[in-house]
């Protein structure tokens, strides 16, 4: 039996050659106040069902691998959410299509304080900047609540 080396040692590090990779954590904050709207940002009203919650940036040349959605204080009872990404020049792609539940389904618990793991299939690498969305469903906010995302991946540069 032959033993066969595939030589991949730093194929598509971004960054410069380091002992410590390219791997990376960004996370996003989502605050409530005591009415439902969130806080430090362009709304004053109270999140409602259907709504699209822009977290913020997901760069380029991201492999995306992992997420998690800490729901530290949880939203009122029965909302649910799904977690995903639009491009931000909001034009498809079709080497990666965007998917605004491709993180967590649809039917995520925000109303109860846990964390919810990314249940996707998929491991792609954003062929251009995209935005992480919060899709909120099930019921409206009318509570304060703490939510934070987590996305875990590889910085691989622009392409």
């Known amino acids: 039996m032959a033993k066969v080396a595939v030589n991949q040692y ?20 989502l605050k409530t106040d005591e009415t439902g709207a969130p806080a430090n940002s362009d709304s004053t009203v109270a999140l409602a069902t259907g709504d699209v919650i822009d977290l913020g940036p997901l760069p380029e040349g991201m492999q995306l691998e992992d997420a998690s959605l800490f729901v530290t204080t949880g939203m009122t009872a029965t909302a649910t959410g799904k977690l995903g990404f639009v491009y931000e020049d909001g034009e ?15 039917g995520a618990d925000l109303a109860t304080a846990s964390r919810v793991r990314a249940n996707g299939s998929r491991l792609v690498i954003l062929p251009k900047p995209a935005r992480l969305v919060l899709t909120l469903a099930g019921a409206s906010n009318a509570k304060a609540s703490d939510l934070t995302a987590v996305v875990i991946g590889e910085l691989t540069g622009p392409r």
């Open 92 to 106: 498809d792609s079709t080497a990666v299509p965007q998917g605004d539940a491709y993180f967590v389904k649809s």
């Open 10 to 29: 730093h194929n598509r590090q971004f960054g410069g050659v380091t002992p410590f990779g390219n791997v990376t954590s960004l996370h996003y904050d």
